[in-house]
């Protein structure tokens, strides 16, 4: 009678055990990817419209609709991309797809799956082709692949850090999906940045476009873009002039690279 007793308890035990790893998967609601990414505000709750004022979205404004994410996250990638487009020396393109990679935490699909993010292979090899010249270093806060900073000492180009894609991904703190990697832990996974997501982000950016004049849609993404440059020092904006322009075409026509990796497809 115990052992039938003991032997029930463990299977109730692993009931809860695969109810609570999965839990974010099943229910669909948020799940902090770890790693270099800051926690969601809204773990355990469904993705939501992002809200406004002081932790709206800086960046990656595509998923405002529908995101587990808030300035926490968006923050951090702007700086990323404000690195990338001063000392890191990064081309149009380049700038365009890195955008795209480190909103991926914004995406709702991956917000809900435990992290870090999981990227497609063939988009990784997309922007080590586009980024491989650009100057990155090794943040020694989060000990991975960042792009390089004023006070870093040590960069380098991309190329000389990691030799593709994968491997770009996985230094800069994200998860690859291989094209034979069907099932992870035994389901069946979708990866960002392959056609079938690119499609529900061009789907997202089309939407809010049809709802208001586009003058409008580029007025806010340009006062958030100006608030940020409010709050910096007066030697950073100067030195940062060049490279503010360059984000800022970012910020507006972050649909060209969807289309172009569309176009790839």
């Not at 595509?62 to 923050?75: L, P, Y």
């Not at 291989?178 to 061009?202: F, H, N, Q, V």
């Not at 060049?242 to 507006?252: D, E």
């Amino acid at each position: 009678m115990k052992k039938r007793v003991y032997g029930f308890s463990i299977l109730i035990l692993f009931f809860n055990l695969l109810i609570t790893f999965s839990h974010g998967k099943l229910n669909g609601v948020c799940v902090s990817q770890g790693g270099r990414f800051a926690p969601f505000s809204s773990e355990g709750k469904p993705p939501e419209r992002a809200s406004k004022g002081r932790s709206d979205l800086t960046l990656c404004r595509v998923f405002r609709k529908k995101t587990c994410c808030d300035a926490a996250q968006t923050h951090p990638a702007l700086l990323s991309i404000r690195k990338l487009a001063s000392t890191g020396e990064a081309s149009q393109e380049c700038l365009h797809l890195w955008e795209l990679l480190e909103c991926s935490i914004c995406d709702p699909n991956v917000g809900v799956q435990p992290g870090p993010p999981l990227i497609c292979a063939s988009f990784c090899e997309r922007v080590y082709q586009a980024c491989s010249n650009a100057y990155f270093s090794m943040d020694a806060k989060t000990q991975v692949l960042a792009p390089c900073g004023v006070n870093d000492f040590v960069c380098g180009r991309a190329a000389e850090w990691v030799s593709n894609g994968t491997e770009l991904c996985h230094a800069a703190g994200f998860a690859v999906k291989l094209p034979d990697d069907r099932y992870i832990d035994g389901e069946e996974t979708s990866c960002y940045g392959g056609k079938a997501s690119l499609d529900k982000i061009a789907g997202s950016w089309s939407a809010p476009r049809s709802e208001r004049p586009q003058k409008d849609k580029n007025i806010g993404i340009l006062e958030d873009f100006q608030q940020w440059v409010q709050e910096m020092q007066f030697g950073e904006r100067v030195s940062w002039a060049v490279g503010g322009l360059v984000l800022t075409a970012g910020l507006l026509f972050v649909s060209h690279a969807i289309d172009l990796l569309m176009n790839l497809e």
